[in-house]
């Protein structure tokens, strides 16, 4: 994963360079102005040329693509409900994890994978309908968080250096639920935009 964070930073500065590569001879930048022909014309700023780098996009961006930038739109269970029910509630909405909350609140007490399902139950031989969801999850304060704020490659060096592949999202309280998935599916489809930038400008369809 080391070497995919490494490998999308050199994407991304290869198509920078080409762009500016492309540049030169089309227009001259001097400053904050640029001179034409036709008079002196304001240069245009990087926000209005490009959509945000890499660097720049959040998990708040990323929630924003599922559909969870609304409280509460994250899927949960209870750390009294058993596993089976649990595990139908992911198949249910095809995802490998869920938020665990306490009977009658809504603050977290921990997180259930997949992988919790394959380690404690089938790989201990444990009957999924006899064992509740706390005796197997990992607990709240073992829990590793990302913010909203958080860049998409933090998440990602933070996801990989501490081997897990799904992370709560808490701002004070918990307002979604991220996987490595999320975050690869993120960083392909702004290099995908950052290509067709790239293409349009070669075409000249940029002044």
Known sequence: MQGLIQGL??????????????????????????????????????TEMAEKGLENITIADVLKTKGEENDGSWVSCRTNDNVDDAMKNMA??????????????????????????????????????????????????????????????????LMTSNHIRHVPVIDGEITGMVSIVDIVRAVVEQQNRELKRLNEFIKGEYY
């Open 92 to 157: 249910k909405h095809n995802i490998g994890s869920l938020v665990v909350l306490k009977p009658g609140e809504q603050h977290i007490a921990g997180i259930i994978t997949e992988r919790d399902y394959l380690r404690k139950i089938i790989g201990q031989g444990r009957s999924p309908k006899y064992t509740r969801v706390a005796e197997i999850m990992t607990q709240a304060n073992k829990l590793i968080t990302v913010r909203s704020d958080t860049s998409i490659l933090q998440a990602m060096q």
């Open 9 to 46: 930073r050199s994407c991304q500065e290869t198509v920078k360079l080409a762009i500016l590569k492309n540049s030169r001879g089309r227009v001259a930048f001097e400053g904050k102005n640029m001179f034409s022909r036709f008079g002196r014309v304001s240069s245009p700023q990087p």
